[in-house]
T-cell receptor, first 112, second 116 residues
C-alpha cells in the first residue's frame, strides 16, 4: 500500500491559512490523493481529492507537486471549528475493490 | 438527505460474546465499507461490499464477518469478542463501483464498542 507521511501536529492562528503537508513518494500513477478530517471521534469527513492537478472546493484547496510525491492541503481562513485530525490518504485498489489506507494524521489546532 | 446511519451508537459487551453492528448507506449508494478505529489510531479497513458481495477484505481474523442486504444496508458481525476489539466501528458508503478510484466515501458517526 502506498504510504503517506504527515507531521503529527500543527498549530495555526484563527483567520490565517492552514497549510498541511503530506508526503506520498510511493504513489502510483492511477492512485488519487484524498484528504479527510475527523473531529473528536466523529466519523471522518471528506474534504477534497485529486490526481495530478490542483483542486479547489468550498472547504479547501489541494496542491499536488508535479512529480506527485507530495501535496499540501490549504484551509484558506481557518476557524476554531477546523480543529481536527487531518488524514492524507492514498486510495488503493484492492483486487477489484478499493480501500482508504489511513495513517496517523496531523492533529491541527486552531488557536484564537 | 440523510447521511450514513449506524446503530447502535454505543455498545458494551463481555469477552467471548458476539456483536452485530448495522449500517444504512446514503440513498442510492451501492457500496458499503467497514473500518475499525482503535483509540489514538487512524481507521483500519475491514471489508468492502458492493451489490451484496464481498469485494475486499483487510487483515482481520475470521471472527469478523459482514453481509450486505438487497436494500444495500449492511451488518458487521464479530464473534468471540476480545478486549482488543474495543474500538469505534465506522461504516462508509460510496455511490458506485465504476471508476472506483474517483469516488469519495462518506462515513457514518460510528458505533463505539467496549469489550470488558
Amino acid at each position: 500500500d502506498a504510504k503517506t507521511t504527515q507531521p503529527p501536529s500543527m498549530d495555526c492562528a484563527e483567520g490565517r491559512a492552514a497549510n498541511l503537508p503530506c508526503n506520498h513518494s510511493t504513489i502510483s500513477g492511477n492512485e488519487y490523493v484524498y484528504w479527510y478530517r475527523q473531529i473528536h471521534s466523529q466519523g471522518p469527513q471528506y474534504i477534497i481529492h485529486g490526481l495530478k492537478n490542483n483542486e479547489t472546493n468550498e472547504m479547501a484547496s489541494l496542491i499536488i507537486t508535479e512529480d506527485r510525491k507530495s501535496s499540501t492541503l490549504i484551509l484558506p481562513h481557518a476557524t476554531l471549528r477546523d480543529t481536527a485530525v487531518y488524514y492524507c490518504i492514498v486510495r488503493v485498489a484492492l483486487q477489484g475493490a478499493q480501500k482508504l489506507v489511513f495513517g496517523q494524521g496531523t492533529r491541527l489546532t486552531i488557536n484564537p | 438527505d440523510a447521511g450514513v446511519t449506524q446503530s447502535p451508537t454505543h455498545l458494551i459487551k463481555t469477552r467471548g460474546q458476539h456483536v452485530t453492528l448495522r449500517c444504512s448507506p446514503i440513498s442510492g449508494h451501492k457500496s458499503v465499507s467497514w473500518y475499525q478505529q482503535v483509540l489514538g489510531q487512524g481507521p483500519q479497513f475491514i471489508f468492502q461490499y458492493y451489490e451484496k458481495e464481498e469485494r475486499g477484505r483487510g487483515n482481520f481474523p475470521d471472527r469478523f464477518s459482514a453481509r450486505q442486504f438487497p436494500n444495500y444496508s449492511s451488518e458487521l458481525n464479530v464473534n468471540a469478542l476480545l478486549l482488543g476489539d474495543s474500538a469505534l466501528y465506522l461504516c462508509a458508503s460510496s455511490p458506485t463501483r465504476l471508476n472506483f478510484l474517483r469516488y469519495e466515501q462518506y462515513f457514518g458517526p460510528g458505533t463505539r464498542l467496549t469489550v470488558t
